[in-house]
């Protein structure tokens, strides 16, 4: 594999990603401002009502002394344009600062441990939901591709273009109504019941919870993976060195997932990396609906406060991730296909 | 290429395309939703509900989070539907002086389980008649409801009262003549539940509507018009059913089957304009790409490695909180994002078409750049442009809706992401009003589903190897 | 005292589609002696290919073998079961050598790992054993053992069909089917292969069919040849009844030979054949070659030719050639 590929690839990722925070902060600066500046006028109010005994001359001082104080310490007089370049410095350097409004489960300010507790909650989730929509996915799209023009190719291929255009929330919304309060065999939301477990049966109580979101997940997620592997199988199995291996007698178990899913795993990996990414991002609301208390949700929640500091740490580590999980899978398909990785001609 | 044969070659594409049983099923939705659009004040039971979507006044008379009423068909106790009574047999009584009595009769078949939730009275007119409203049971009993109530006719919205708000004191006198000790015990006189004491047996256990009294009513309306001038006008009694409309009502009485046809217009300009705009910025970005190559097509690689990776929907979430948009915002900006999907496969096929001789045989014989990529390149790519066309408008409209649902959409359109946002914080899914959550959702899903079948049909013909071995 | 290491009789391969049957082979009757050549030429879409993936009775979908018997080794092939041909025919006692410019290597495995895949599925061998007969047969064909390291797009397209022959020969089957082993290598590399595949025939004594659209490789490789048109036999003889003086028989064989340019003749104008093979989904009555043959009869366009033998080892079906 080319070094000097990966080196510019990564360096590319990089570059668009300085471009990416640098527009977040130029979007969210405005209103950072403007909830900062009444945050401040507020705690300052609040500081004189504390101190009752003091003359109104004095109290203009205060004021102005104190308001000086604070606007330079969220730099605030200072010009527009190198407000944002800080901002970005500081993002970039993963110094995201103290959120204005909400607090972490123990109470913190801090932004990022904010947004940290939050992520091992969203990856569980969906990474779950990904790797049981590929097997699936994956299995089924093999069959397809086997028995092509069949009825459990034409069948399944309407089953895709049905749930093509149904949301997942909604269906979620859905289920949660069926089997969380009509028949409740399952919990309509949340991550862990109240009172809570400990250990072993903590875990277990968090799978109880998984279970709704990750059907509603699967329902929609398996059609599209077993489309495309059907079509990528498909075309590989057309290609000439299947019929080669077949006429050299090698049995159709090892054509079929030796050469040809081998051959097929470059644009299957890419689906698959894609998906994974795609529903991370996709699925904001989702989490809001089974009130799962992830990333997503932490947005939604960071929205409706206008708590700024949260959301862009939230969008740096989102874009962050899909950049380098983009990058990742260039470099990782170069050494999927040999043709790429022996730097040899396409 | 000349008329005829763009002719041609779309009777090609239709050939094609007919072949293909599911293309054909999703033009069959496709033209059905068009068609509902277009007779959409025919069928829609509330006039000038597109306007009137947002205030309440409009809906009041209706009941709130109430069935639809083919419910009844699979309910043991039939829950009474909701209905306008319009007509009513007016006597003028003698008159004594100046002051003139008349009487209004209206008559009701009940033959329900369940009452209705409301009794309600409006009338247009002029002045502050007294009113009294009586009602006569099929048993033969009456009940006062109202007695001399002086009603104020305002010149907008005339005047208005409703039974259960207003009778509950006499509806509470009656009910003791027949109910239990211990019943009427658990019933507070001002919180009596009004039309099911009305509607049931004169028995024990009336005050909980435990056994119907099915048969005639008799409404009785005395008005009394002390002034000259005064006078009353269409009269006309609604009864707000226990069940309501096509698809039943939301907390807000609105009719949730007007909402879900008011929504198909936007749920197709949603779609249709963003991926129109989108995969045209997409397809022409590629093209240029792929035509000029070199120092061009790596700037604009560049570019469009930026905006790819920009998520759409947090950016989305972010650009509606901060400025509270308007419809055609949220289309501008998904527009603005969407056109990155075509850009890699329209480029590679573009650097293909361009390898083709026929290019270089344009070239040779002097066409500029504009005539060899629009006459040349863009027709080879339409197919797959209408493809993508027609996959790209269900994500748009589930877009919408998503940002509808968190609250941030455009809250003056009636889409079915209104409706759903709506449905959430009203607690459907917790109270279970099924009838409002299903039907928006399954509209999206369906219109989806639309585009998908016509989408992938297409898609279809474009890759036609693929079809089976 | 058959000497006949491969006999095919009335075959018949048909592809069917949605239109209906397409008859690309169409009652074809051939054999193969041990140790010789048979040539196998005609255009494109006369059934050459057919045949070639018919002998390893798989033919390409929608391909079917509808009729007809081949028999290798005295099996017949055809009506057996799909896993009997698999563990027993393909490549053991039949096998193929491919296109070189065709796909047919599978390009995320190496070479050596796609030979010891074959190799293994029908001996039973240890990995140092077949190891050595990898290289053996790879030296044969003029490769070093390092090209088993290498992936299929690291060789060049003579490396490749060298790659090809070795697997086709080194079970030693009884008959290897060539599909035009040397079509698409440059003219340098074609002589090579050529030499190669004369020499293995001696030295290994293997038995070949050889299909080509040049006839020229044809007259230098064959022993004997089969002219076919249109998904039958035109004319079958030895390559001095074909090439030599006299010349061949059928008015279509005559024509391809004149249409090949001679180095040493003086041509003012190059001769073809005017019109285009005909639709094999629906064949014209009578003799398929009768629209484009100058020496056509009446009785062309009503019945079939039948195949006569008009001098030992050499067969025409042509009406002309039929004596009263």
């Given at each position: 594999m080319n070094w000097k590929y990966i080196i510019k690839r990564l360096l590319l990722t990089v570059i668009v990603y300085v471009i990416l925070v640098f527009i977040y902060s130029v979007l969210f600066n405005s209103v950072l401002e403007r909830t900062i500046r009444v945050q401040i006028q507020e705690k300052i109010q609040a500081e004189i009502m504390a101190m009752t005994d003091m003359p109104s001359d004095q109290v203009r001082n205060y004021r102005e002394q104190?308001?000086?104080?604070?606007?330079?310490?969220?730099?605030?007089?200072?010009?527009?344009?190198?407000?944002?370049?800080?901002?970005?410095?500081?993002?970039?350097?993963?110094?995201?600062?103290?959120?204005?409004?909400?607090?972490?489960?123990?109470?913190?300010?801090?932004?990022?441990?904010?947004?940290?507790?939050?992520?091992?909650?969203?990856?569980?989730?969906?990474?779950?939901?990904?790797?049981?929509?590929?097997?699936?996915?994956?299995?089924?799209?093999?069959?397809?591709?086997?028995?092509?023009?069949?009825?459990?190719?034409?069948a399944t291929s309407i089953g895709t273009m049905i749930v093509f255009g149904m949301p997942a929330w909604w269906l979620g919304m859905l289920l949660i109504m069926f089997f969380g309060y009509t028949i409740k065999i399952f919990p309509p939301g949340g991550i862990q019941s109240t009172?809570?477990?400990?250990?072993?049966?903590?875990?277990?109580?968090?799978?109880?919870?998984?279970?709704?979101?990750?059907?509603?997940?699967?329902?929609?997620?398996?059609?599209?993976?077993?489309?495309?592997?059907?079509?990528?199988?498909?075309?590989?199995?057309?290609?000439?060195?299947?019929?080669?291996?077949?006429?050299?007698?090698?049995?159709?178990?090892?054509?079929?997932?030796?050469?040809?899913?081998?051959?097929?795993?470059?644009?299957?990996?890419?689906?698959?990396?894609?998906?994974?990414?795609?529903?991370?991002?996709?699925?904001?609301?989702f989490e809001g609906?089974?009130?799962?208390?992830?990333?997503?949700?932490?947005?939604?929640?960071?929205?409706?406060?206008?708590?700024?500091?949260?959301?862009?740490?939230?969008?740096?580590?989102?874009?962050?991730?899909?950049?380098?999980?983009?990058?990742?899978?260039?470099?990782?398909?170069?050494?999927l296909d040999p043709r790429i990785k022996v730097g040899g001609r396409r | 290429m000349t008329l005829k044969d763009r002719k041609d070659k779309f009777m090609e594409f239709w050939n094609e395309y007919k072949k293909v049983k599911f293309g054909l099923v999703g033009l069959a939705f496709l033209i059905i939703l068009l068609?509902?659009?277009?007779?959409?004040?025919?069928?829609?039971?509330?006039?000038?509900?597109?306007?009137?979507?947002?205030?309440?006044?409009?809906?009041?008379?209706?009941p709130q989070n109430s069935r639809p009423v083919w419910t009844n068909f699979f309910s043991k106790d039939k829950r009474t539907p909701s209905v306008i009574l319009e007509d009513f047999k007016e006597t003028e009584l003698p008159q004594r002086g100046q002051v003139r009595f008349f009487e209004y009769e209206f008559e009701y078949d009940y033959n329900y389980d369940i009452a209705p939730k409301d009794m309600i009275l409006r009338f247009k007119g002029d002045g502050k008649p007294f009113v009294t409203i009586s009602i006569i049971r099929p048993d033969g009993k009456t009940i006062d409801l109202i007695r001399n109530r002086e009603m104020i006719i305002s010149s907008i919205d005339g005047a208005r009262v409703s039974i259960q708000n207003n009778s509950g004191a006499n509806a509470y006198n009656f009910a003791s003549n027949y109910e239990s000790a211990e019943n009427l015990s658990g019933v507070a006189r001002d919180r009596i539940d009004v039309m099911p004491v009305i509607m049931s047996k004169a028995?024990?256990?009336?005050?909980?509507?435990?056994?119907?009294?099915?048969?005639?009513?008799?409404?009785?309306?005395?008005?009394?018009?002390?002034?000259?001038?005064?006078?009353?006008?269409?009269?006309?009694?609604?009864?707000?059913?226990?069940?309501?409309?096509?698809?039943?009502?939301?907390?807000?009485?609105?009719?949730?089957?007007?909402?879900?046809?008011?929504?198909?217009?936007?749920?197709?300009?949603?779609?249709?304009?963003?991926?129109?705009?989108?995969?045209?910025?997409?397809?022409?970005?590629?093209?240029?790409?792929?035509?000029?190559?070199?120092?061009?097509?790596?700037?604009?690689?560049?570019?469009?490695?930026?905006?790819?990776?920009?998520?759409?929907l947090p950016l989305l979430i972010v650009v509606s909180a901060i400025f509270s948009p308007s419809i055609w915002l949220l289309i501008a900006i998904m527009g603005l994002l969407y056109w990155v999907g075509p850009v890699k496969t329209v480029r590679s096929i573009g650097l293909q078409i361009r390898e083709e001789t026929f290019i270089e045989a344009s070239q040779a014989l002097g066409a500029g750049h504009f005539r060899l990529i629009f006459k040349h390149m863009v027709p080879l790519l339409l197919p797959y442009t209408f493809a993508s066309?027609?996959?790209?408008?269900?994500?748009?409209?589930?877009?919408?809706?998503?940002?509808?649902?968190?609250?941030?959409?455009?809250?003056t359109i009636v889409s079915w992401g209104q409706i759903l946002n709506s449905a959430f914080r009203g607690g459907a899914i917790i109270n279970g009003y099924w009838w409002w959550v299903v039907p928006p959702g399954l509209m999206i899903a369906i219109t989806g589903m639309t585009f998908a079948f016509i989408g992938f049909a297409m898609d279809k013909i474009l890759h036609p190897k693929l079809k089976s071995r | 005292m058959n000497n006949n290491v491969m006999e095919v009789k009335n075959l018949k391969v048909y592809y069917m589609s949605e239109k209906g049957p397409v008859k690309a082979v169409d009652d074809v009757t051939f054999s193969l002696k041990k140790g010789e050549t048979l040539g196998v030429v005609g255009e494109s879409g006369c059934g050459k290919t057919t045949i070639a993936t018919s002998l390893l009775r798989m033919p390409s979908p929608p391909g079917k073998i509808v009729g007809g018997q081949i028999v290798i080794d005295g099996i017949d092939i055809v009506p057996l079961k799909?896993?009997?041909?698999?563990?027993?025919?393909?490549?053991?006692?039949?096998?193929?050598?491919?296109?070189?410019?065709?796909?047919?290597?599978?390009?995320?495995?190496?070479?050596?790992?796609?030979?010891?895949?074959?190799?293994?599925?029908?001996?039973?061998?240890?990995?140092?054993?077949?190891?050595?007969?990898?290289?053996?047969?790879?030296?044969?064909?003029?490769?070093?053992?390092?090209?088993?390291?290498?992936?299929?797009?690291?060789?060049?397209?003579?490396?490749?069909?060298?790659?090809?022959?070795?697997?086709?020969?080194?079970?030693?089957?009884?008959?290897?089917?060539?599909?035009?082993?040397?079509?698409?290598?440059?003219?340098?590399?074609?002589?090579?292969?050529?030499?190669?595949?004369?020499?293995?025939?001696?030295?290994?004594?293997?038995?070949?069919?050889?299909?080509?659209?040049?006839?020229?490789?044809?007259a230098e490789?064959?022993?004997?040849?089969?002219?076919?048109?249109?998904?039958?036999?035109?004319?079958?003889?030895?390559?001095?009844?074909?090439?030599?003086?006299?010349?061949?028989?059928?008015?279509?064989?005559?024509?391809?030979?004149?249409?090949?340019?001679?180095?040493?003749?003086?041509?003012?104008?190059?001769?073809?054949?005017?019109?285009?093979?005909?639709?094999?989904?629906?064949?014209?009555?009578?003799?398929?070659?009768?629209?484009?043959?100058?020496?056509?009869?009446?009785?062309?366009?009503?019945?079939?030719?039948?195949?006569?033998?008009?001098?030992?080892?050499?067969?025409?079906?042509?009406?002309?050639?039929?004596?009263?």
């Open positions: 104190r308001m000086k104080q604070e606007y330079d310490r969220y730099e605030l007089d200072k010009p527009v344009l190198q407000r944002i370049l800080n901002r970005t410095k500081r993002t970039l350097t993963f110094d995201f600062g103290n959120a204005t409004h909400m607090r972490s489960k123990t109470g913190e300010q801090n932004a990022w441990t904010i947004v940290k507790e939050t992520i091992p909650r969203t990856v569980i989730l969906f990474s779950t939901a990904t790797i049981i929509n590929l097997i699936i996915g994956i299995m089924v799209g093999i069959k397809k591709a086997q028995k092509a023009g069949g009825a459990l190719d034409k009172p809570p477990f400990d250990g072993f049966r903590a875990f277990l109580d968090q799978g109880y919870h998984m279970v709704l979101p990750v059907i509603t997940l699967v329902i929609l997620g398996f059609w599209g993976t077993s489309f495309l592997t059907r079509n990528v199988v498909l075309g590989t199995l057309q290609e000439d060195f299947v019929m080669s291996a077949r006429a050299r007698g090698i049995p159709e178990r090892a054509v079929l997932y030796g050469h040809t899913l081998r051959t097929a795993a470059p644009p299957i990996t890419t689906m698959a990396v894609m998906s994974l990414v795609n529903s991370i991002f996709g699925n904001i609301v609906i089974f009130s799962w208390p992830g990333m997503g949700n932490l947005y939604f929640t960071a929205v409706q406060q206008q708590d700024v500091p949260v959301q862009i740490t939230l969008l740096a580590i989102l874009t962050g991730m899909q950049l380098l999980a983009l990058a990742i899978l260039d470099i990782v398909y170069g050494f | 068609l509902l659009i277009i007779f959409e004040p025919l069928i829609v039971p509330f006039e000038g509900a597109t306007e009137a979507w947002s205030d309440i006044a409009y809906w009041q008379d209706y028995d024990v256990g009336i005050t909980k509507g435990a056994e119907a009294l099915k048969g005639t009513y008799t409404i009785k309306i005395s008005a009394i018009l002390r002034e000259p001038q005064e006078n009353i006008e269409k009269p006309i009694i609604t009864m707000s059913g226990a069940v309501s409309g096509l698809m039943g009502t939301d907390n807000q009485k609105r009719d949730l089957f007007t909402g879900i046809i008011l929504g198909i217009k936007w749920a197709l300009l949603i779609g249709l304009l963003t991926s129109f705009v989108s995969i045209t910025i997409g397809v022409i970005y590629g093209v240029i790409c792929a035509y000029f190559g070199g120092i061009v097509d790596v700037i604009m690689q560049r570019i469009f490695e930026i905006f790819y990776g920009i998520p759409m066309m027609a996959l790209l408008v269900p994500g748009a409209i589930v877009a919408e809706a998503t940002i509808s649902l968190l609250g941030l959409g455009d809250t | 799909e896993k009997e041909v698999r563990k027993n025919i393909r490549w053991e006692k039949v096998s193929m050598v491919f296109q070189g410019a065709m796909n047919c290597l599978t390009p995320v495995y190496t070479i050596e790992k796609q030979m010891w895949q074959t190799l293994r599925e029908h001996r039973e061998m240890e990995y140092e054993e077949a190891r050595k007969v990898m290289i053996k047969y790879l030296n044969y064909v003029g490769l070093s053992e390092d090209v088993l390291r290498r992936y299929p797009h690291e060789l060049s397209g003579g490396m490749k069909q060298r790659v090809v022959i070795a697997m086709g020969l080194f079970l030693e089957p009884k008959v290897i089917v060539c599909d035009e082993p040397t079509t698409a290598l440059d003219v340098v590399v074609q002589a090579q292969i050529i030499n190669l595949l004369k020499e293995l025939k001696e030295k290994l004594g293997l038995s070949f069919i050889f299909i080509t659209h040049d006839l020229a490789t044809e490789v064959s022993d004997r040849i089969m002219v076919m048109y249109a998904g039958k036999i035109a004319e079958i003889g030895t390559n001095h009844q074909i090439y030599g003086e006299k010349g061949p028989m059928h008015p279509y064989t005559k024509k391809l030979l004149e249409a090949t340019p001679r180095l040493h003749h003086r041509v003012e104008k190059l001769s073809f054949i005017p019109g285009t093979p005909p639709d094999l989904l629906d064949p014209p009555k009578g003799c398929r070659f009768n629209l484009r043959c100058t020496e056509v009869m009446e009785k062309c366009y009503k019945d079939e030719p039948p195949i006569i033998e008009i001098e030992p080892e050499h067969f025409v079906a042509c009406w002309r050639c039929v004596k009263k």
